[in-house]
């Protein structure tokens, strides 16, 4: 424990805090995007009650039971999801603040020589996310910042849900957000944690650029299939 | 050729800079960037102005003296050279150019261009060394080190100690610096007993000395001089939180 | 002034441990009392200061550089020699000193020169230790090269980076010793003068060049690694703030100056190409290797060079030289070349250099093959010129590069002031009238890790201590007189900048003192000298204040120091009436037009002793006996 809190103490030791948690997160949002493509089972919706997400997420809602109480899963993953977030952010904050204090002037001229823009974007794009995920949870989970939300009818809301141009942009902006967020992430990852290894150090950066797009397009679809009237209400 | 200079001038290390712009003509394409600031300070000098200073000594890329970002780059546009190797023939005629200091907490500007990099000093002073007392080696042959692992040491160790690294990182992290020295005695056999302590320790006084994190932006790599790599940036994290993480360096 | 060099009796091989058997010691609960001033941080200084602290002595290190690791020592690019017979070809310790003596031209203590070359040995293996990555072959051995004028392959390098290497390890040893509190060091510290107590040196001033602040600093003794002053000449392969500073100030505090008209020129820099050049680059000699040095056999030839045949080419160290051809030695290589150009043969656009052709090499080894070797030495020259060396020949000129020259010490490398000792290049103690390829990067170490840290106990067990009243009024006084120094300079407040004045001196310097020295262009250089020093002190601008970071002020001090310097180089290059080794005199040529010894008259080190600006100096000498090695002229044919 003591160790854990002086690795902590150092800028290379919250990097690795953060890259952890990075990871997590990015396990959930691949389990959570292949979740969300059953909205796509059964479709056109034969108007049989309820639709295979609704079945999908009820089952997560019940998983294990009943060793498990009912949402016992489900509120285990939300526990560890809450607890990435928070340290992800506090530890983003934090070595924000370092690296602020270390260039207190600015440069008049300033050519960017990074790697990818990507790198640049983790900051602000952090933000995007994190607004976009208190938007979602009061849009699909909790459903104030929903028109008609029907608690459980996971299918109906989204799909009400997006028909809002503005909504599905907005979800499409902080997606790519996202993925480019984890496009430097997944890269940087590697680093952060200390793999060395000149197999992997080949592959780094396309694996990253594979799994960031294949997400986009793994989330993007949903809400432009709303848009596009492939996915209905009945 | 005729240039456009916007130069920072800074009196001392707590008085306000600013820019002081010259018109400068009869530049030669063949002078290095350095003999064209001389040459402007000799134009100063006779007009009864105060030279600009800036650091130099080897002027040829070797003792990391100089150092100054050139229209927003470390050591100017071209890839793997340092200012003093920077060449006229770099910039057309009329171009407006742009030199200010390195800017970085951790290494604050004593004049126009001169910064104090000492804290890259102190870094090494935290354990960037191998402890061997003077006279008490064995022969050099009594180890043997494979090319592969010595290339790779040397490739670290060719680091010139010039802060471009910290010039050119948006988080002013001089991580780069500090895993290339680790790296160069990491790969040697005589670098292993004090491996994970050192890491521990350099790490902890680059934190101490105002530098940013690193958060792998890999703009240090392109600016140093010396294409070292991020890749050992990577080593000493490795190092670091084994160091750690086993409780070495924990006293 | 006595000069008595103290070279311990017997025979050659034990003089030097005989001798550290016979030195004082100091007690070991007692070497924490005395301080120790260093000033450089240099492979000398360096190594002195880490040594002396490991040791336990109180060492107070200062260099006018931000940080140890940027002295001079880092640019050195070829390697370092050792004894060590890794290769089997024959080498040993008694070869390597053969071989310095012989190269230095016998001009040097051979006493002080086997002791040399018996710890070159000892010095690779504390470089490895502390992880200086020198150079290994696949074995997982360390390599070995053959450099200028050896003929067995004893050089130890570290890509073209063996100096950078050498000092980082000596760096790091230091800062080591600056975390054990046992070495305070002082950087952006400039030494400007010694402070001198009852005949002893005792301490130092110095100028901290961001504050400006003038002070004192206390010690028992004072160890001076300052480095060479190559710089006299302006434009040479040193870095910008080599100086004669340290050493010209101790001069005139009464320390003997040592053969200052040694100096050494390297035949493989690129030559000036402009007015504006502040400062020449080193090629590695190792480009003579594979590079064919020629001319157009017709003076003013404006061909390019691939269109000149190879008939009328004039490959001339191949066809003078046959045996050592393009790789003789270091001196006669740049005399020849400087002889070309003067008759008319130069290339390039300033007609100022001589061909360094890869051409055969590249049709030999082909192009990777060249690429493999040199490759970062044609990206360097490619980048300076602008030129591509693989498709057209690179150009080389000599350049002022190294000075054996130095103040004078003794075998303990003590001056002629008491408790003042001079190690590394800015003592003269061991590379005669030539130095050898490889050779300096040893000395320095040799003299920093091995030699001072013993013998300074030697001095300190038996000096008495400094009275504190007499110490404390020296040091006030020195430090009135540097400030008064200063002040001078700033008050001139003439026209013209500290830098014309330098380039001028340095223009003299090379026209009538440089690689070819004759009595009429001496005369005229001592003639011209004093000209130049009023006019620089009737008409300096250095601008600015002595309160912060002045540049100017700190090349002003300089430039007024070789304009002292240049002038006993003068003198002593007028009276060593003969010529060896660099010192090259044209009245005294062999038919061969080589330098012609006068071993009956000029066997001798010629120590100057400073009577005041202006006034000629005092020339003493130093008889040089040569017991183990017989006296012959150089021969490279
Ligand atoms: C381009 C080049 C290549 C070379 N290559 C080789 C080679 O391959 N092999 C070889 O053996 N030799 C080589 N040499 C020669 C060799 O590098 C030097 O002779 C040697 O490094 C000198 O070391 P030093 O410690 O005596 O002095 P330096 O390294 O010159 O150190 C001098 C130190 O003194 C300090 N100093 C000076 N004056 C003052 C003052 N007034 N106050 C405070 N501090 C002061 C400086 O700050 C510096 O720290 C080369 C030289 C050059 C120029
Ligand atoms: C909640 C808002 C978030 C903020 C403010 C945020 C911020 C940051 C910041 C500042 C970094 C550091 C950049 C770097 O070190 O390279 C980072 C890294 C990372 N983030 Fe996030 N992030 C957020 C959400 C997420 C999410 C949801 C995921 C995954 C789905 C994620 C995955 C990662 C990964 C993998 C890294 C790389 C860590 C490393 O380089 O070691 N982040 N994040
Ligand atoms: C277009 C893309 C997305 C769609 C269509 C979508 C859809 C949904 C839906 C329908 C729910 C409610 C599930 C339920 O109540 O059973 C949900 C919950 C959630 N989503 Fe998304 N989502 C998307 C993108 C994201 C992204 C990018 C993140 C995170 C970075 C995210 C994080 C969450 C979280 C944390 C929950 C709450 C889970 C819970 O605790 O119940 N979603 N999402
Ligand atoms: S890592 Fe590169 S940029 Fe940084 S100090 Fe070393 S040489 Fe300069
Ligand atoms: S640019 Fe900076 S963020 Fe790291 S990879 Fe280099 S130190
Ligand atoms: S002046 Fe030495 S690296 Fe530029």
Known sequence: MNRGISLYGTSVGKKVVMG???????????????GNLKAFQGRPWDGVSPHALDLYGEALRNFGYPFLPHYGLLWIARIGLLLAVGVHIVAAFQLWRQSRRARPVAYRKNDSLVFSYASRTMRWGGVIILAFIVFHLLHMTTGQAHPEFEYGAVYRNLVIGFQSPLVAGFYLVAVGALCLHLYHGLW??????????????????????????????????????????????? | MKLKLHVWRQAGPSTRGGFETHEVVDVSPDMSFLDMLDLVNERITVNGGEPIAFEHDCREGICGSCGMM?????????????????????????DELWVEPWRAAAFPVMKDLVVDRSSLDRIIEAGGYISVRTGSAPDANALLIPKPEADRAFDAAACIGCGACVAACPNASAMLFTAAKAAHLSYLPQGQPERLQRAVDMVALHDEEGFGNCTNHGACQVACPKGISVEYIARLNRDLVRGVLTGVGME | MELDAKIPSGELERKWTNHQFEMKLVNPANKRKYRVIVVGTGLAGGAAAATMGELGYDVHCFTFHDSPRRAHSIAAQGGINAAKNYQGDGDSIHRLFYDTVKGGDFRSREANVYRLAELSVNIIDQAVAQGVPLAREYGGLLANRSFGGAQVSRTFYARGQTGQQLLLGCYQALERQIAAGTVKMYNR????????VDGR?????????VSGKIESHMADAVVLGTGGYSNAFFLSTNAKGCNVTAAWRAHRRGAGFANPCFTQIHPTCIPQSGEYQSKLTLMSESLRNDGRIWVPKLAGDNRPPAQIPDSERDYYLERLYPSFGNLSPRDIASRRAKEMVDLGHGVGPLRNGVYLDFRDAIARLGKDGVSER????????????????????????????????????????????????????????????????????????????????????????????????????????????????????LEVRGSRSVDSFHIELGRLLWNHCGMARNEAG????????????????????????????????????????????AETMCWDALTRDESCGAHYREEHTTEEGEAKRDDENFAHGAVWEFRGVGETPVRHVEPLEFENISLSQRSYK
């Open chain 1, 20 to 34: 952890l948690s990075g990871l997590l997160l990015f396990g959930f949002t691949v389990g959570h995007m292949l």
């Open chain 1, 188 to 234: 940087s990852v590697i680093g952060t944690l200390g793999i060395e290894n000149p197999r992997i150090e080949r592959v780094r950066r396309p694996v990253a650029g594979a799994l960031s797009i294949g997400l986009f397009i793994g989330y993007a679809v949903v809400p432009i299939a709303v848009l596009t009237n492939f996915l209905t209400l009945p």
């Open chain 2, 70 to 94: 050139v229209n927003g780059i470390p050591h100017g546009p071209d890839r793997l050279i340092t200012a003093c190797q920077l060449h006229m023939r770099s910039f057309s005629d009329g």
């Open chain 3, 189 to 196: 510290h400039e030494m400007l003068d010694v402070i001198i």
């Open chain 3, 201 to 209: 040196a005792r301490g130092i001033v110095t100028r901290h060049l």
């Open chain 3, 374 to 489: 040199y490759g970062n030495l044609f990206q360097m020259y490619a980048k300076i010129t602008g030129e591509d060396p693989y498709s057209t020949p690179m150009r080389i000129y000599p350049a002022p590069h190294y000075t054996m020259g130095g103040l004078w010490v003794d075998y303990d490398l003590m001056t002629t002031v008491p408790g003042l000792f001079a190690i590394g290049e800015v003592n003269f103690s061991d590379h005669g009238a030539n130095r050898l390829g490889a050779s300096a990067l040893m000395q320095g170490l040799a003299d920093g890790y091995f030699i001072i840290p013993k013998t300074i106990g030697s001095y300190l067990a038996s000096a008495p201590r400094a009275v504190s009243s007499a110490a404390e009024a020296a040091a006030t006084d020195t430090v009135r007189h540097v400030e008064a120094y200063q002040k001078r300079l």
């Open chain 3, 522 to 565: 001496l005369k005229e250089a001592l003639r011209k000298i004093p000209e130049l020093r009023d006019e620089f002190w009737n008409n300096v601008r250095v601008p600015g204040s002595g309160a912060d970071l002045n540049q100017s002020l700190e090349k002003a001090g300089r430039v007024a120091d070789f304009l002292e310097f």
